[in-house]
């Protein structure tokens, strides 16, 4: 359970940074962030491994690729789901979602 609070706490620090630079995502609030990251971690932990097993034919036919449209769909949908984050189109989610995977790396690899 600590280790979930902790990797949704990261989530909103990733979020709250992509949604400060206008790559295609914004966040009215803090507490939109918070409840956006939780929403996205419950997203990744139900909703994607299911899509992930579906789609696992045209990922192995782009190598891997496809799992980043994966992420831009969970950002999407994220997005739909939680009033008060605005999403720009799939290519504003494409690039929100390779950047906040950089940056949750990076703040998972400084915190833990």
């Known amino acids: 359970m600590t280790n979930f609070i902790v990797t949704v706490l990261i989530t909103a620090a990733g979020l709250f940074i992509v949604s400060r630079l206008n790559?295609?995502?914004q966040i009215d609030g803090l507490t939109t962030t918070l409840i956006a990251a939780l929403v996205l971690g419950l997203l990744n932990a139900f909703v994607r491994?299911?899509?992930a097993f579906l789609s696992l034919p045209i990922t192995i036919l782009t190598l891997g690729l496809f799992a980043l449209v994966l992420n831009a769909l969970m950002i999407m949908l994220m997005g739909a789901l939680v009033k008060g984050v605005h999403v720009n189109g799939f290519l504003g989610?494409?690039?929100?979602?390779?950047?906040l995977s950089i940056l949750t790396?990076?703040?998972?690899?400084i915190v833990r």
């Open 49 to 51: 491994p299911i899509l």
């Open 93 to 99: 989610a494409l690039i929100a979602s390779i950047v």
């Open 105 to 109: 790396w990076l703040i998972s690899a």
């Open 23 to 25: 790559l295609g995502l």
